[in-house]
């Protein structure tokens, strides 16, 4: 099956600086990359949906200049936390599209101190 | 609103029982999609349903939707340890998935 690769699968950022985050398909093209948050105990909540070539469309409540989205190719979406603070520790998730089939990345643990 | 909920929140069963999730829409489901994930880590694609009152199993996890595309159930029969972890939903009503809450399943020897 497709398969989508996220990294790093960890990172510890120090509060207020940036943290990059790849999103690749690996064997397919995706016109549309999705991106999603995780806390604790808590279930998947969609951040934003990236489109090659255009600009990202975020969730009502999710902030545009501080999770930056570059959908750079068919094959690369990225996910910048731009000025990080605790509050942004989480577990995130890529998701891209095939035809019918959604695939998601193994996820980046995010820990900003 | 689109909505999607999970029931119960949280399972705890004895090994070798029987057990089973529910996912409940709001509005009829293009697909629904069963994901199983180890807190932290990503998830693990268990079965899509499509059709109404499909039914699909994969060695002792069953899932079922029904006619009118707005329940499923995940059943898992004789439960293992290794059957532990969060069991999530997903709904396909239009690009992309909306999740349900999740179903924290513990499985006690």
């Known amino acids: 099956g497709a398969v989508v690769s996220q990294h790093p699968s960890r990172v510890i950022c120090k509060s207020g600086t940036s943290v990059k985050i790849e999103c690749r398909s690996l064997?397919?093209?995706?016109?549309?990359m999705f991106w999603y948050r995780q806390f604790p105990k808590q279930s998947l909540m969609l951040m934003a949906t990236?489109?090659?070539?255009?600009?990202?469309?975020?969730e009502q409540g999710v902030e545009k200049d501080k999770f930056l989205i570059n959908h750079a190719s068919l094959t690369l979406s990225t996910l910048t936390v731009t000025s990080a603070h605790p509050e942004d520790s989480s577990f995130y998730i890529c998701?891209?599209?095939?035809?019918?089939?959604?695939?998601f990345g193994p996820g980046t643990r995010l820990t900003v101190t | 609103s689109q909505e999607l909920e999970q029931s119960p929140q949280s399972l705890i069963v004895q090994e070798g029982k029987n057990l089973t999730i529910n996912c409940t829409s709001s509005?009829?489901?293009?697909?629904l999609y069963w994901y199983k994930q180890k807190y932290g880590e990503g998830l693990i694609f268990l079965m899509m349903?499509?059709?109404?009152?499909e039914e699909k199993s994969h060695e002792k996890i069953t899932a079922k939707l029904d006619e009118k595309k707005q329940q499923s159930s995940l059943h898992i029969t004789a439960s293992q340890p290794s059957h532990a972890g969060i069991y999530l939903c997903?709904?396909?009503?239009?690009?992309?998935?909306?999740f349900g809450k999740g179903t924290r399943l513990s499985v006690i020897a």
């Open positions: 998701s891209a599209r095939s035809f019918h089939e959604q695939y």
């Open positions: 990236s489109n090659e070539g255009s600009k990202a469309t975020y």
């Open positions: 509005k009829t489901l293009y697909g």
């Open positions: 349903l499509q059709k109404g009152g």
């Open positions: 997903g709904a396909d009503w239009d690009t992309p998935l909306v």
């Open positions: 064997d397919f093209q995706a016109t549309t």
